[in-house]
């Protein structure tokens, strides 16, 4: 695929260390600046989540309520009929989501749930959203069924650096997590990647994860950046927390390192002040989980987010816009082909 010049797959940590060792203000300026080449500065893409299918995961990820492995006191809950799931869709683009994103605490689905979440799919689809799912691993032809089926975006994180990944998950190797991707991206669906900050790693662990997901094959459309949210009974809770600054910076140098994805601001708003959100969306984040509710934690209220965008000018995009341009500015091109 014949690709700008500007966007680069070759980033080394060295590089990245600098650029998180630059004054901020001249960080915050360059990803501004980078920023504006691609998007419309004043835009942001909404998302909303729905788990689908919560809790009794066989994964032993050491940030997730969701694992078998710790005791959060989650109720699980089997995989939820569709008619639900188009009832929460249409709410969400009521409020003004243009992608709904549907999460399964899964290691990885089964044909016959893949089926089921095909319908889930098609149906949000129907409503003129843009779908996103999260299931776990997948295999080559799974991922072309669901390119088939009409689905936008898969996410699936690579979380940390290979280093740190290590020491919070033993039951999924970052190798199988590139192979995901790769199985998403062969398929022709586009991806969303991204990772966890705040859990414990050090700035070189963040580097190394800007690393790994600028230099894969193409850049993710989506990169959502997590702030670690932590709770009660998983293995990470009570980690020293990160420096709000140190996350405004990885969103600063994501953008700069992936200028034309949709870098979102995405777990861990709802600890986080005004102000600090105003910095990430100013270092270039463009993108929000929207709705009270993550997959099983916190969001924003959503009058807080309307009353936040009203206060600093931004205005929420539109499937259309998005549809017809890729990204907001016309003059870009999106490195991954825009989905039908
Ligand atoms: N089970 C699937 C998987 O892991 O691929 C999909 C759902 S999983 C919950 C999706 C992503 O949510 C994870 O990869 C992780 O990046 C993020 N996540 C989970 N728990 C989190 C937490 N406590 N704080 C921030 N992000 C979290
Ligand atoms: C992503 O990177 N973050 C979202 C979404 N992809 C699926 C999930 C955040 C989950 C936060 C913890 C919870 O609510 O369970
Ligand atoms: Fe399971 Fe996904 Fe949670 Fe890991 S992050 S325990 S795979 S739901």
Not at 139 to 146: D, F, I, N, S, V
Not at 218 to 232: K, T, Y
Not at 242 to 261: G, H, K, N
Request: glycine share 6%.
């Amino acid at each position: 695929m014949s690709e700008p010049a500007a966007l680069r797959h070759d980033w080394t940590r060295e590089e990245v260390e600098a650029l998180y060792a630059r004054p901020l203000n001249d960080l915050l300026f360059e990803a501004q600046s980078v920023h504006r080449q691609h998007f419309d500065p004043n835009r942001v893409q909404i998302s909303t989540l729905l788990s689908v299918k919560t809790g009794a995961c066989p994964e032993d990820c050491a940030y997730c309520p969701q694992s078998v492995h710790h005791n959060t006191g989650l109720e699980r809950e089997r995989l939820l009929p569709v008619e639900e799931v188009v009832e929460a869709a249409r709410a969400a683009k009521d409020q003004g989501a243009t992608r709904f994103c549907m999460g399964a605490a899964w290691r990885n689905p089964t044909d016959r749930n893949l089926e089921r979440v095909i319908e889930m799919i098609q149906a949000v689809r129907d409503l003129g959203m843009e779908t996103c799912v999260t299931l776990g691993m997948l295999r080559e032809e799974q991922a072309k069924r669901l390119a088939e089926a009409g689905l936008d975006y898969y996410n699936h994180n690579l979380d940390s650096s290979p280093e740190y990944y290590e020491r919070v998950i033993s039951t999924r190797s970052y190798a199988d997590r590139q192979q995901t991707l790769k199985n998403v991206r062969d398929a022709g669906v586009n991806v969303c990647c991204g990772g966890i900050v705040g859990m414990g790693e050090d700035q070189n662990d963040r580097a190394g994860l800007l690393v790994e997901l600028a230099n894969q094959e193409v850049h993710p459309g989506s990169v959502p950046i997590n702030m670690l949210v932590q709770v009660p009974g998983t293995p990470l809770y009570g980690v020293e927390r990160l420096d709000p600054l140190e996350f405004v910076r990885t969103i600063a140098i994501a953008r700069i390192m992936m200028p034309q994805s949709y870098v979102r601001l995405s777990a861990g708003r709802n600890e986080m002040s005004d102000e600090t959100q105003a910095m990430c969306f100013f270092a270039g984040a463009n993108s929000i989980f929207y709705g009270e509710q993550l997959l099983t934690t916190e969001n924003p209220e959503t009058e807080h987010d309307q009353a936040l965008f009203a206060r600093l000018g931004i205005e929420a995009e539109t499937v259309e816009r998005e549809r017809a341009d890729g990204p907001s500015c016309p003059a870009a091109t999106a490195e991954a082909e825009p989905a039908s």
